[in-house]
């Protein structure tokens, strides 16, 4: 099914088309077009609130400036659904996050019109600086905008961006756009926060302090206003700062009211606000999502150590942080959306003998590299990266699909790296974690969704670091898995058990250590070697077999499965394991051609 465009906006088809129109027209023009963001995640699912708070702002964008020759970025890009449906993309536009179809999120290879693609946050400044010098040098006044929430104001690329706006000269063509909805995923929090719902009792404020030609608050929502300031500071030139007031799920009364549930509610019924009851009745049923099993034993975890800690960069709700949160309030906490603070501020804890969960999205990890290996394994600091969304994550699609830990964790000294195959297997490697003996730095890794244990809340095992375990007894080929994906692996033997097809198959635990003791059995009985990892192949679990049996001077054939070297684009989480030869049907297929 697909929404169907109101009378206005059956007519637009790119930003040429809505400058056409009288300033009288504007407002239908949002309304119709929030309307068609509504009816369209209710049918197919995507971020809802983050877009609907910028419609107007959208639609008063694309009808002052030249887009895409001046360049608009999107920063996260949860708040891009409008901009996408007015450049080209509205009729394909029930195809967004679906497998082969649109991105989630502004992609440069979609759209001339997506100047930057912004899946994660507080790099649109940046970005933004960046074109706008290239302008200035290139002789042209073309302006390069950057419309930024204040939730990812806190991140600190921002506030690098900010620093260097300001010795910029005044010919640079710039516009900071802050939609300040008060909001992120989860409320905000900190002193930036508060600054900002203050600037208008106290001036100056930061942004005039730091050399910016500072515009607001004004209400983001009132289209007239919006395209008149536009209109100004087009024809000012130079750099400026517009701050708006909007509210997260604007025209829409649920979304309103209840800002978490609507950032990415799912398919519901738009005239009664009911999420679709089946997709409720599923999330009840059955194994529970390894981020809850991961929020209710970090609990259970701290309520008997109280030097247990829970740190997370603004993804309380998403990592189940919350319900930490909302029972040792003391013990948990949220720093906003600072990645690089997170990991040293859990470090610094980690000084003085608290034992720091940090809970963080395997692909935002990325950008606290240099502060994993400097701040934490460096100096040899106790603390627990929980890393939620590893491996292939699902409609999300590129930018936050968690290909890369295992190969960008292992090379690091003094870190132990481990993934778990359920959900009992993570309770325990989180209970062996803050145990006094262990001092080392660990990473656990565990995928989004749902597990395979429906009675996972078992009494806590002590299992042994770096030690793999065997699930199944067989001959001729071994096949070992690291973390969730070996459930695929089970399934697929299941597949072949009327063809007289029988391997073994190792759940290995640990990338580091890895269990050598049992490398050196099958390397020795087995006459094929088969590695799966819901990971990328460069550099991954694969490759620490390969390396260790190279060290060990052995040469048998070894067959690796895993994600493949390119970025995996969006889709469901199925059709991505097919994609990369990770789905059951696929293992299978590869072991009954290696028998």
């Given at each position: 099914m697909k929404a169907i465009a109101g009378n206005l906006l059956s007519q637009l088809q790119y930003p040429p088309d809505l400058r056409r129109l009288s300033l009288g027209h504007l407002p239908q023009v949002c309304s119709e077009l929030r309307d068609f963001i509504i009816d369209t995640v209710s049918l197919h699912g995507g971020h809802l609130g983050a877009s609907l708070g910028v419609v107007e702002l959208t639609v008063a964008l694309h009808y002052v400036f030249q887009t895409p020759e001046d360049q608009l970025i999107w920063d996260v890009g949860h708040q891009a659904y409008g901009h996408k449906i007015l450049t080209g993309r509205r009729e394909i536009f029930d195809q967004n996050r679906k497998y082969q179809g649109l991105?989630?999120?502004?992609n440069r290879k979609e759209s001339i019109f997506d100047s930057f693609g912004t899946g994660h946050s507080s790099t649109s400044i940046s970005a933004a600086l960046g074109m706008a010098v290239a302008n200035r040098l290139l002789k042209n006044d073309h302006f390069a905008i950057a419309v930024i929430g204040d939730g990812s104001m806190t991140g600190g690329m921002t506030f690098e961006a900010l620093n260097n706006i300001s010795v910029e000269p005044p010919n640079t063509n710039l516009l900071v756009i802050l939609n300040d909805n008060k909001m992120s995923i989860d409320p905000n929090v900190g002193a930036l926060h508060e600054h900002l719902q203050q600037i208008e009792k106290h001036k100056p404020n930061l942004f005039e302090n730091l050399g910016m030609n500072y515009i607001g608050v004004i209400d983001g929502h009132d289209i007239?206003?919006?395209i008149n300031t536009l209109q100004n500071i087009r024809e000012k030139k130079g750099i400026h700062f517009l701050h708006l007031r909007t509210k997260k799920g604007k025209g829409f009364a649920k979304a309103e009211h209840d800002q978490i549930t609507w950032h990415a509610p799912g398919t519901f019924n738009k005239i009664t606000g009911i999420i679709n009851a089946v997709q409720l009745e599923q999330d009840k049923q059955g194994a529970p999502k390894y981020q809850d099993v991961f929020g209710h034993t970090l609990l259970e975890l701290a309520q008997e150590n109280e030097k247990i800690v829970g740190v997370t960069p603004a993804m309380a709700s998403g990592s189940s942080m919350r319900i930490l949160k909302e029972n040792l309030p003391l013990q948990s906490f949220d720093v906003g959306i600072a990645e690089q603070h997170a990991v040293t501020f859990a470090a610094g804890l980690a000084t003085q003998g608290f034992v720091p969960f940090c809970a963080i999205y395997s692909t935002f990890l990325q950008r606290a590299y240099d502060q994993l290996i400097h701040d934490v394994c460096?100096?040899?600091l106790k603390v627990v990266f929980c890393l939620d969304r590893a491996g292939i994550v699902g409609e999300d699609g590129a930018t936050h699909q968690g290909a890369f830990d295992l190969a960008y964790l292992r090379c690091i000294p003094n870190l132990v790296v481990c993934a778990p195959m359920n959900?009992?297997?993570?309770?325990?490697?989180?209970f062996v974690s803050q145990l006094p003996d262990f001092q080392l730095p660990i990473a656990i890794r565990y995928p989004r969704g749902k597990g395979v244990t429906v009675d996972w809340?078992?009494?806590?095992?002590?299992?042994?670091?770096?030690?793999?375990?065997?699930i199944r007894k067989g001959s001729k080929i071994a096949v070992l898995s690291i973390?969730?994906?070996?459930?695929a692996v089970v399934h697929a033997f299941e597949m072949?058990?009327?063809?007289?097809i029988n391997p073994s198959h190792y759940d290995m635990r640990f990338v580091k250590p890895l269990d050598t003791a049992v490398l050196d059995y099958v390397f020795a009985n087995y006459e094929k070697i088969?590695?799966?990892?819901?990971g990328c192949l460069m550099g991954g679990f694969g490759t620490a077999i390969l390396e260790y049996m190279a060290d060990c001077g052995i040469s048998k054939p070894v067959k690796r499965l895993g994600i493949p070297d390119r970025f995996i684009e969006q889709g469901k989480i199925e059709e991505l394991h097919e994609e990369c030869g990770l789905d059951s049907a696929s293992i299978a297929e590869i072991v009954r051609n290696e028998w």
């Open positions: 991105a989630g999120f502004p007239t206003l919006l460096l100096q040899e959900e009992v297997e993570l309770r325990n490697m989180m809340k078992k009494p806590f095992e002590r299992i042994e670091i770096g030690k793999a375990r065997l973390g969730h994906i070996g459930n072949l058990e009327n063809e007289g088969l590695t799966v990892e819901d």
